[in-house]
């Protein structure tokens, strides 16, 4: 792997939770600052009291239980509704004073004064390196029980709710590396001083990009995009604009046409893969295109897709793969590993989402919650991304786009526009470079 060159320069504390793969994925690219490369959860680190284990395992299968429970037809739409109004991000406009706190941040500083995540701060206090967290909790933990070293909150979507910021943000010093404009304007409006806000872009893998001149990511979006523009519409139509960011193009694919399927980390949504392979089935016989469906850690979701694929009798098919792995860092090496050779990204919109600024254009399924609602809003209006048609109908319309370079122009648009450096530029702020 290519890490950054100031990465021995510093190290910190790299804080996350291991609640669906989100504020985790987030912390991995950072992995590199801390001792031994070993990132802690927060919510289940070696010694953790049995108190605090109990309150965050609690937090993630009510999570968990309701973002399946969503795609049951009215009872469980109306669940989610009421489970979603406690994390809502409210309109942007007009803008207006949004500092007033709510009632899940309250909840969250209830528990912080029982003494709740007490246990962590005191035993990083014994080496107070810079703490950067994935996820708000820790970040308002650490503050509270007064831990001497910085203290950085990484966002890891395009806009958030208030909670993110404390009780009273003008007198907090945390400060926090966010992905977007859009992000670093909405904490302003929670009340955060702007000198605690860096507009880093998301913290993405470096196994992805290379250096910091993005090596490996151009050579791989080079060959991503002869395939995504088999037509020659988009290259025609931008060729000096191509040549000019990716340099001369090579005379043909490194790899089959390929798309990713990937389930969020409680497992909903899993149907639509089934249902891109049925409908895919003649395709993937005939070598026309590659799947790969993304199970993560979860076994069963492995297990739920081997079923399936026997069923169709893909089982022996090369152009048939499954990325799965017990441990999480497994997983997430392996993920980044296999997104070299993928084409198109099909997922949900959630931290995912920032990866089409590795040139890889996002076909979006259905968010789950208010936050994926913004970021699906974010990718839609930035060219990133294209909203998903009828999955049982896969195998026209996706096609259709591909023939039009609507995925070629969705790669560069991503690539070009966003933000990719988010790694190299929180190491440097961390390092005080």
Not at 140 to 151: L, V
Not at 218 to 229: A, F, G, P, T
Not at 266 to 294: F, R, S, W, Y
């Amino acid at each position: 792997m290519t890490v950054s060159k100031n990465s021995k320069i510093a190290k910190a504390w790299v804080v996350a939770v291991n609640m669906g793969y989100g504020h985790q994925r987030t912390a991995f690219p950072l992995r590199s600052l801390a001792p031994d490369g070993k990132i802690i959860n927060a919510n289940d680190y070696q010694g953790i009291p049995n108190k605090d284990k109990i309150a965050w395992e609690g937090t993630r299968k009510v999570y968990e239980f309701i973002s399946n429970l969503k795609k049951f037809f009215l009872v469980g739409e109306f669940v989610f509704f009421i489970f979603n109004q406690f994390q809502k991000i409210f309109s942007f406009y007009p803008k207006r004073d949004l500092s007033r706190t709510n009632f899940q941040l309250r909840e969250i500083f209830s528990l912080i004064k029982n003494g709740w995540g007490k246990h962590l701060i005191e035993k990083l206090k014994k080496n107070p390196l810079p703490f950067v967290s994935t996820f708000l909790t820790q970040a308002f933990m650490a503050e509270f029980f007064n831990y001497p070293a910085d203290i950085f909150c990484v966002i890891c979507d395009a806009d958030i709710a208030r909670p993110w910021a404390p009780i009273n943000p003008k007198k907090s010093r945390i400060k926090y590396f966010v992905p977007t404009e859009r992000a670093m304007e909405r904490l302003k409006l929670y009340g955060v001083k702007q000198e605690n806000i860096f507009l880093t872009g998301y913290p993405l893998p470096l196994e992805n990009i290379g250096t910091e001149n993005m090596d490996i990511l151009k050579q791989d979006l080079s060959y991503r995009l002869l395939n995504l523009d088999r037509s020659g519409k988009y290259s025609y139509q931008y060729q000096s604009l191509i040549q000019k960011y990716l340099g001369k193009m090579p005379k043909s694919p490194d790899h089959p046409l390929t798309v990713m399927f990937s389930v969020g980390g409680a497992g909903a949504q899993k149907e639509i893969g089934v249902k891109i392979l049925k409908n895919m089935t003649d395709k993937i016989k005939k070598g026309e295109i590659k799947i790969i469906l993304v199970a993560g850690v979860k076994e069963k979701i492995k297990e739920y897709f081997e079923k399936n694929i026997n069923k169709l009798g893909l089982e022996k098919n090369s152009n048939i793969e499954i990325v799965y792995a017990p441990k999480i860092e497994d997983y997430f090496l392996e993920f980044n590993k296999k997104l070299r050779k993928t084409d198109i990204l099909w997922t949900k919109p959630s931290e995912l989402s920032f990866y089409s600024a590795l040139g890889i254009p996002i076909i979006v399924a259905p968010p789950v919650g208010s936050q994926e609602d913004f970021n699906q809003r974010w990718l839609l209006k930035s060219g990133f991304g294209i909203m998903q048609e009828n999955p049982d109908y896969v195998s026209q319309w996706f096609f259709d786009w591909l023939e039009s370079g609507y995925f070629a122009e969705a790669a560069m648009e991503g690539f070009i526009e966003g933000k990719k450096l988010g790694t190299f530029n929180i190491e440097k702020i961390i390092c005080g470079l």
